[in-house]
């Protein structure tokens, strides 16, 4: 018997799920990505104390009390997210989903990735209607408030808000927190993040349904936290967007310039897909949060705009840059004076959008390591550009089967966590990883909870 509070109506529930294309950074259903595990162990954490960082090539269960309980990327999580990424597509798969490469993610990839056909949408339409089927109960318009433990310590159930602010209980043999992270909540943001978080914006409106309660009533009760929670997984959108996703990653093929008329980036440091958060972070800690990508005629000729481009928004276009500036609100001499130096940088060689160019500027600060080209042809275009909040990074530590862990290192009974509410990233976003990560660990949650509550039930006196 299994029960899902969901704070989301029916026709919007899922939270950011629901609105994602859902990439999964695999070669095909059996197999993830060359740098699945690396791309993890390279965002751990902060620095690490190496003498701590001694025991985590011993056997997990002989790990200190300390380090099982420590804010980093626990490599045995990792691993088994690699192993089981395969049966959990092929489990989803029996349920309807179908997955199929996806030819052309970003302008440039590293690596290669697969997609749900329809998104995330269809995962959450496919599960919900199984779900349903086999009995399950849904409570939507309801948010979960704070989690009941027996005198044991175990979780047993957990106190929920429905509308009209009526309180409610439900008693459970588990709880499985699984409501993401925290993005929804101006409190948790500014708390973490600081006061510029009022410059970020959710990328998808399923993202104001993540309002944190999840990993705080699991704090509440001593579990571990885990993941930066000051930190968050960033992307480039247009601020004027009416539609979720609207991502711009032309910047590459231009420059970007702050509110002062300034470069502060290495707009082509490599391939797309692997450092469009960087550049996105650089364009967060600018004056109010917001860049504009300068772009001229030549952007023509760059392929797969649909995927570069993916505002509805038109461009801002003027026959100068003077013109342009104005239209901007940045001033137009120093506009003019960066693209005058950016442009004195650039160097003869070949260009090529498809790929890692090496095309760089000569002398310049910042840099531009790749697709430096004059911008010199009119019309000039301009889109902005915002740091989106796709996902929080904090959340509560747990070990390999989805159990959350104290801040002693041992497993809470009866609480689990998946998806952003299960603390991992660090640094940069290991792209591609955040639906399948909600995938595979609410799978082995469920599985280790309905083992669990069946063996609680047998081992009850008659």
């Known amino acids: 018997s299994v029960c899902v509070i969901e704070r989301a109506p029916a026709d919007d529930a899922g939270g950011n799920t629901r609105h994602t294309g859902a990439y999964i950074r695999m070669k095909s259903v059996d197999e993830v990505s060359d740098d699945f595990e690396e791309h993890f162990a390279d965002n751990a954490g902060g620095y690490l104390d190496p003498l701590m960082m001694a025991d985590v090539a011993r056997d997990q269960q002989s790990w200190p009390p300390l380090l099982k309980a420590f804010s980093f990327v626990d490599p045995n999580v990792v ?4 192993q089981q990424a395969p049966a959990t597509l092929k489990w989803l798969t029996g349920y309807g989903v179908r997955f199929t490469p996806l030819e052309v993610p970003f302008p440039t990839s590293a690596q290669p990735r697969i997609v749900p056909s329809g998104g995330g949408q269809a995962i ?101 936290p885990c993941g930066d929670f000051g930190s968050y997984h960033a992307s480039p959108m247009d601020p004027r967007s009416r539609r979720a996703g609207p991502s711009i990653y032309i910047y590459p093929y231009g420059i970007l310039v702050n509110k002062e008329g300034l470069r502060f980036v290495d707009e082509g440091p490599g391939e797309t897909d692997e450092t469009y958060e960087r550049v996105t972070r650089r364009i967060f800690a600018q004056t109010d949060g917001i860049a504009w990508c300068i772009l001229d005629a030549k952007v023509a000729d760059v392929p797969n705009q649909s995927v570069a481009i993916r505002t509805e928004q038109p461009a801002i276009e003027a026959a100068t840059l003077g013109e342009l500036a104005g239209k901007l609100g940045v001033p137009p001499a120093m506009l003019e004076r960066t693209v005058a130096q950016y442009n004195a940088a650039c160097v003869a060689g070949e260009f090529d959008p498809r790929r890692v ?33 796709v996902f929080t990074f904090g959340g509560l530590k747990t070990d390999t089967m989805a159990r959350v862990l104290n801040l002693q290192g041992d497993p809470i009974p009866g609480l689990y966590a998946a998806g952003e509410a299960q603390g991992l990233y660090y640094g940069n976003y290991t792209g591609a990883t955040s639906v399948l990560k909600g995938a595979v660990f609410g799978r082995l949650a469920g599985s280790d909870a309905a083992h669990a509550s069946r063996a609680s039930t047998s081992a009850a006196p008659a």
């Open 357 to 389: 160019d090496g095309l760089a500027t000569r002398d310049l600060h910042p840099p531009k390591s790749n697709w430096a080209r004059p911008i010199d042809r009119g019309p000039f275009k301009a889109y902005p550009i915002i740091s989106s909040i």
């Open 79 to 82: 691993s088994a997210l690699a």
């Open 124 to 224: 959450v339409e496919s599960l919900t209607k199984v779900f349903t089927n086999k009995g399950g109960t849904i409570l939507y318009e309801t948010a979960a408030t704070s989690l009941i433990q027996n005198p044991e310590g175990a979780v047993c159930g957990v106190r929920a808000l429905g509308r009209g602010n009526r309180t409610l209980e439900v008693r459970s043999g588990a709880v499985v927190v699984a409501s993401g992270g925290f993005q929804g909540n101006a409190e948790m943001l500014t708390r973490y993040i600081g006061p510029r978080a009022l410059n970020l914006r959710a990328m998808s409106v399923g993202g104001q349904y993540n309002k944190g309660e999840g990993i705080r009533m699991a704090l509440d009760v001593g579990a571990a």
